[in-house]
């Protein structure tokens, strides 16, 4: 419900689909960007001149990003408080009997103004960022946990939210409402209701630090990423390196102020085809160090104490609401509901993904070998040689597909998929108002020919952007009193390799992976069809949200679908069978390391968030104990440290990072169901998908809508078989 997702999901940046590690053409000239820098003292406009106190004067509602200023959303927000706390003393002061119009659903709507204006606010701090923006997120991060807090733990309130579900068998309400009804009592009780008043003064102080903490951690991430730049002087450095990254480098430097010099980063669009071709072993260890030591350089954007200590309050926290760790507190509001029951899928999977990365070190230690290097393989080196690797294994060359993946024909090929499988058509507007001028708007419509909703992508990293890929919403789908469909809009934002002066936007195929994912998210967002906001779209059950999403990455290497966007940039050529079939053959290629880091990431969350007691632990030693335990090689790094791990620490996943092999559970055998139709486009399968799960939200039980939609509770054996594992 919204005001539990105030002091939860908004402070801490919960973008969905933002751990997704990961379309550009001429800029708009006739639509203002955000402003990045604005002085705050100027922008301190008067209350008439607030953009967010009147409805938004422009097409479709989008947000009139020319006009908003930095010096706009403290008063908006203080002002968006103020409304949300009137209207909550108005259910309060109701002397009828409370019932499910006059305190749910009043309670519902209670914060329209504060979600306006933090759905723009912290859309644009993540992906248009700047000093101002963020002092104003570390500004209100505790005034809307204090906030959020003063609602969940309103006593008077609480107890007409619980006389009404005392009633729920006899009210008569459909399913939505039921549901609306259930989970608005459960963020009561999850936020603290039932607590005495000394302990509910106990847990606003634990929110409001884990609040400041998390968006501290968040800021120090993106200040080291910003910080770090290998510069490079000499041809000779940049040995290996094809055309295209050689490029990359080169305008990165133009674009820093090393003329003639090349520059690369900590963006993955950057890092990884640096470590991928790079032959210099010491110039490879060196950004690969820079990567993993984020947040961990004792300098000012430390974060090992912070880390630190936001799982130790978390553990405070999870003791004071009765539960034996944080970890037990998070998961009991997940299909997985216990920790037990996380490690046991873990657990499934990890002796094999184990065994397979330590086959994979071997072959790649033997090249090292043959070639007469005298060291040990390093995770610097893993992603060089096993390119080799693949190479020699499957004749497969990340660089001879890269011309065939333009960002642009990769987004229409998203487009299509959306329109084979569900009458989606994307109309471009090149009017309407953006934060940035790389973005790119479009209107959705539906079969019909219906307009569903407003879509945004912005693929391209730039210092004001967090890393990673993420898909969120200025405007979440809903109905009005009317029962009229109020349509969302939609953003997707990434950190895809940009164009250089003598070439497009090209894209490595996990890239292209990445992008269906997000698309994935978008449609959940897009194809919502539900009462109430709260409901709509991604909200849903953390193991559940990434379903949707990585049910699009299936389609992404099929030879039908490569057919209709995989084509040469310079020739227009279809991308060819003999190369279409080196990525399928190569498709379980390298899963031992793939599997193993993640994996290893989940159970290190895991490994935090178990602790049954407020001990603040050495950052650095509780990593390494915890790697030594799962038995991870040495080769390999979990794909998060724990200092950068922006995911558990500020990212809203915190005993949620295993959701994306929970989800992939769910997608493979949704993908399966498709393939067995021997129809990969089965639109009545599709019209099944939408209407038991795109359309629903969260409006049922997740496994219930899963049951509706496949028949049966979903099989592990499909993602055991496309990951190549073997199991017993």
């Known amino acids: 419900m919204k005001f539990h997702l105030l002091s939860v999901a908004l402070l801490a940046l919960v973008l969905t689909g933002c751990s997704k590690d990961t379309s550009s053409g001429d800029s708009v000239a006739d639509t203002k960007p955000a402003k990045e820098h604005t002085d705050m003292g100027k922008a301190a406009a008067s209350a008439n001149d607030n953009p967010f106190y009147s409805d938004f004067d422009t097409p479709f509602g989008i947000p009139p990003f020319d006009l908003i200023d930095e010096g706009h959303y403290v008063p908006a927000v203080k002002s968006g408080m103020d409304e949300q706390n009137d209207n909550i003393a108005v259910i309060i002061a109701n002397t009828e009997a409370p019932n499910f119009a006059n305190v749910i659903e009043a309670l519902e709507t209670s914060g329209n103004l504060l979600n306006k204006v933090t759905g723009v606010f912290y859309g644009l701090n993540g992906a248009n960022t700047n000093d101002e923006m963020q002092a104003i997120a570390t500004e209100i991060g505790p005034m809307l946990s204090t906030h959020g807090d003063n609602i969940a733990l309103n006593s008077e309130l609480f107890a007409k939210v619980k006389a009404i579900h005392e009633q729920l068998e006899t009210l008569g309400l459909n399913t939505e409402e039921a549901r609306l009804l259930t989970e608005t009592f459960k963020g009561f009780q999850r936020g603290g209701a039932n607590l005495s008043e000394s302990d509910k003064d106990i847990l606003r102080d634990l929110n409001e630090q884990l609040t400041s903490l998390s968006i501290q951690f968040g800021q120090n991430v993106l200040k080291e990423d910003n910080s770090f730049e290998l510069v490079l002087d000499s041809e000779d450095d940049l040995t290996g390196l094809p055309d295209n990254v050689i490029a990359g480098g080169a305008a990165a430097a133009k674009e820093r102020g090393y003329e003639g010099k090349w520059v690369y980063t900590l963006q993955r669009s950057s890092i990884e085809p640096f470590l991928q071709y790079s032959k210099r072993r010491d110039l490879r260890n060196t950004i690969y160090n820079g990567y993993i030591n984020?947040?961990?350089?004792?300098?000012?954007?430390?974060?090992?104490?912070?880390?630190?200590?936001?799982?130790?309050?978390?553990?405070?926290?999870?003791?004071?609401?009765?539960?034996?760790?944080?970890?037990?507190?998070?998961?009991?509001?997940?299909?997985?509901?216990?920790?037990?029951?996380?490690?046991?899928?873990?657990?499934?999977?990890?002796?094999?993904?184990?065994?397979?990365?330590?086959?994979?070190?071997?072959?790649?230690?033997?090249?090292?070998?043959?070639?007469?290097?005298?060291?040990?393989?390093?995770?610097?080196?893993?992603?060089?040689?096993?390119?080799?690797?693949?190479?020699?294994?499957?004749?497969?060359?990340?660089?001879?597909?890269?011309?065939?993946?333009?960002?642009?024909?990769?987004?229409?090929?998203?487009?299509?998929?959306?329109?084979?499988?569900?009458?989606?058509?994307?109309?471009?507007?090149?009017?309407?108002?953006?934060?940035?001028?790389?973005?790119?708007?479009?209107?959705?419509?539906?079969?019909?020919?219906?307009?569903?909703?407003?879509?945004?992508?912005?693929?391209?990293?730039?210092?004001?952007?967090?890393?990673?890929?993420?898909?969120?919403?200025?405007?979440?789908?809903?109905?009005?009193?009317?029962?009229?469909?109020?349509?969302?809009?939609?953003?997707?934002?990434?950190?895809?390799?940009?164009?250089?002066?003598?070439?497009?936007?090209?894209?490595?195929?996990?890239?292209?992976?990445?992008?269906?994912?997000?698309?994935?998210?978008?449609?959940?967002?897009?194809?919502?069809?539900?009462?109430?906001?709260?409901?709509?779209?991604?909200?849903?059950?953390?193991?559940?949200?990434?379903?949707?999403?990585?049910?699009?990455?299936?389609?992404?290497?099929?030879?039908?679908?490569?057919?209709?966007?995989?084509?040469?940039?310079?020739?227009?050529?279809?991308?060819?069978?003999?190369?279409?079939?080196?990525?399928?053959?190569?498709?379980?290629?390298?899963?031992?390391?793939?599997?193993?880091?993640?994996?290893?990431?989940?159970?290190?969350?895991?490994?935090?968030?178990?602790?049954?007691?407020?001990?603040?632990?050495?950052?650095?030693?509780?990593?390494?104990?915890?790697?030594?335990?799962?038995?991870?090689?040495?080769?390999?790094?979990?794909?998060?440290?724990?200092?950068?791990?922006?995911?558990?620490?500020?990212?809203?996943?915190?005993?949620?990072?295993?959701?994306?092999?929970?989800?992939?559970?769910?997608?493979?055998?949704?993908?399966?169901?498709?393939?067995?139709?021997?129809?990969?486009?089965?639109?009545?399968?599709?019209?099944?998908?939408?209407?038991?799960?795109?359309?629903?939200?969260?409006?049922?039980?997740?496994?219930?809508?899963?049951?509706?939609?496949?028949?049966?509770?979903?099989?592990?054996?499909?993602?055991?078989?496309?990951?190549?594992?073997?199991?017993?």
């Open 294 to 728: 984020r947040g961990n350089n004792d300098n000012e954007f430390d974060n090992k104490k912070i880390g630190a200590k936001m799982a130790s309050l978390r553990a405070s926290r999870a003791k004071l609401m009765g539960y034996p760790s944080h970890a037990h507190f998070t998961l009991s509001n997940t299909m997985a509901g216990t920790p037990d029951r996380v490690y046991a899928l873990i657990n499934r999977l990890w002796p094999a993904a184990l065994n397979r990365a330590r086959e994979e070190t071997a072959d790649m230690q033997a090249i090292v070998d043959t070639e007469g290097g005298d060291f040990k393989i390093s995770a610097s080196d893993w992603r060089y040689y096993s390119e080799k690797v693949r190479k020699a294994k499957y004749a497969f060359d990340e660089d001879q597909v890269r011309p065939y993946f333009e960002v642009n024909n990769v987004t229409q090929g998203a487009f299509e998929l959306a329109e084979r499988l569900f009458g989606l058509t994307f109309k471009e507007r090149t009017d309407l108002p953006k934060y940035h001028p790389e973005v790119r708007t479009y209107e959705v419509y539906d079969e019909n020919k219906d307009l569903t909703g407003i879509y945004m992508s912005d693929w391209h990293p730039r210092a004001s952007k967090r890393g990673g890929a993420w898909m969120s919403s200025f405007r979440k789908q809903s109905k009005d009193t009317s029962g009229k469909r109020i349509i969302p809009i939609i953003y997707n934002v990434g950190n895809f390799s940009k164009p250089t002066e003598n070439q497009p936007a090209l894209m490595r195929f996990d890239e292209a992976n990445t992008l269906f994912h997000e698309f994935g998210h978008a449609l959940h967002g897009l194809l919502a069809n539900t009462r109430y906001d709260s409901l709509s779209g991604t909200s849903v059950s953390r193991d559940f949200v990434e379903f949707p999403s990585q049910v699009m990455e299936n389609w992404v290497a099929e030879p039908e679908v490569l057919a209709f966007y995989a084509r040469h940039y310079e020739t227009g050529e279809v991308i060819p069978r003999e190369l279409v079939k080196k990525i399928q053959d190569a498709s379980k290629f390298n899963q031992g390391f793939a599997t193993t880091e993640y994996l290893a990431a989940s159970l290190l969350d895991l490994d935090w968030h178990t602790l049954e007691d407020d001990k603040i632990r050495d950052t650095a030693r509780f990593e390494k104990a915890s790697l030594r335990k799962m038995g991870l090689v040495t080769e390999i790094d979990p794909r998060y440290r724990s200092t950068y791990f922006q995911h558990i620490f500020s990212g809203g996943y915190s005993s949620g990072y295993y959701s994306y092999i929970w989800s992939e559970i769910l997608d493979a055998d949704t993908y399966q169901y498709f393939k067995e139709s021997g129809d990969i486009f089965n639109k009545e399968i599709a019209k099944k998908y939408r209407d038991s799960i795109l359309s629903k939200g969260g409006t049922r039980d997740e496994m219930d809508m899963f049951i509706d939609f496949r028949g049966r509770e979903p099989n592990v054996e499909a993602l055991i078989k496309r990951r190549g594992l073997n199991i017993d």
